[in-house]
């Protein structure tokens, strides 16, 4: 069984991705700024405390934690934050506020987990299709498909930075999935992929991609770009 670390877990993809590790038996740390909806699950091999990816101080709760782990084996960068708003009425403190939590928030738990890490272990972050250079582009996502696009180029320099070392180090550029988080964005709008169909596969690609894959962008759409 795995020590799993999940961010973005009180909603959508990441809710469903604790319930399905736990069932399979495996450890979870289950991070979000919300952590009421996976304690209310009393799941009994899942962890979780309020976590903010935006705030430096809180990445010290995970540090403390991790003292109770071994090691760490899947690290998934799961959490995001959208905004859609057309550019010009977008404030540099919104602009700045996506990219805290897509981008730096990212880079911080990559870093504070990769200690911990086996050297066989697999750390994977969730992006989208919008952050995939040629694919369709829409209005008012300049600062979510921005930061998207740039996580996937942190994951291509850190599996080249620790490819002796590992962990491997892979990226998904996911589509439209029916998730509370689109719903707010885009209201109205019905994505063809559920949130539980789309952590099954992020569940099977976390355990078994990093064997065959390393530094890649796996693009998970059923509609071409």
Do not use: C
């Not at 057309?86 to 911080?108: A, Q, R």
């Not at 919008?130 to 740039?150: E, I």
């Not at 850190?158 to 707010?184: C, D, H, R, Y």
């Not at 355990?207 to 759409?221: A, D, E, F, I, P």
């Amino acid at each position: 069984m795995a020590n799993i670390i999940i961010t973005g877990t009180s909603r959508g993809i990441g809710f469903e991705l604790v319930q399905l590790f736990a069932k399979e038996g495996h450890q979870v740390l289950a991070l979000s700024r919300n952590e009421k909806p996976i304690s209310d699950l009393n799941l009994p091999n899942v962890d979780t405390f309020p976590f903010d990816l935006a705030n430096p101080q809180d990445f010290g709760k995970v540090t403390d934690f991790l003292k109770q782990w071994d090691s760490v084996d899947v690290l998934i960068n799961n959490a995001g934050s959208l905004l859609n708003k057309p550019f010009l009425e977008t404030s540099p403190s919104e602009f700045e506020s996506v990219y805290k939590v897509n981008v730096f928030g990212v880079s911080e738990m990559t870093r504070t987990v990769l200690p911990k890490m086996v050297k066989n272990g697999h750390v994977l972050t969730i992006s989208s299709m919008g952050g995939v250079q040629g694919s369709v582009k829409f209005p008012g996502l300049s600062a979510y498909s921005s930061s998207k696009g740039a996580v996937i180029t942190l994951t291509e320099l850190w599996a080249e930075e620790f490819k002796e070392t590992g962990p491997s180090f892979n990226v998904l550029a996911l589509g439209a999935v029916q998730t509370e988080m689109l719903a707010e964005a885009f209201p109205g709008y019905k994505a063809p992929v559920t949130a539980l169909q789309m952590a099954n596969y992020i569940k099977d690609f976390s355990l078994t991609g990093h064997k065959l894959y390393n530094g890649k962008l796996m693009q998970v759409s059923n509609s071409t770009p």
